[in-house]
């Protein structure tokens, strides 16, 4: 979601980042994906997590979902694009993509399992009112970074 952020800016949809810890934070703006003094949070007590309804691996379900089809792809591609792919921090707790309209009121929301890791940016963009941009692809120039 970080490399829409200029264009979310430019429509004037604001981006927020929240972690349950800071491991991998400072690997995380040293990728450009969100810059120091950005609207990054530490939520270590989860709380917003558990009010978005955001699921918990269980042990089971959280070894081997690395190894579904959907999530293997999303892990040998950002290797191949030379990220580290952190493994330290919570591993339980999944998060997802959420978009709220100014009132507080609920436009889209995607809940990492799994199964599936990556949001549908197609229809994120829809529900906020704007276009994806055209030939937008969420890993090209990554490989640089």
Known sequence: MGKLKPYFA???IRLIGIGTDRE???EFVAGGFFKEGDALYIDGSKQIYRALGCAENTC???CWGIFHG???PLYSKSRSLGFANNM???KAQLGGT???RAGGEEAYAFFQST???ECDHVALCHSLGVELPAGY???AGLGDM
Do not use: K, L, N, V
């Open 10 to 12: 430019s429509q004037g």
């Open 24 to 26: 991998g934070f400072d």
């Open 60 to 62: 089971c379900t959280g």
């Open 70 to 72: 959907s999530i293997m």
């Open 88 to 90: 330290a921090g919570d």
């Open 98 to 100: 959420f978009a709220f």
């Open 115 to 117: 199964r599936q890791m």
């Open 137 to 139: 692809d969420p890993y």
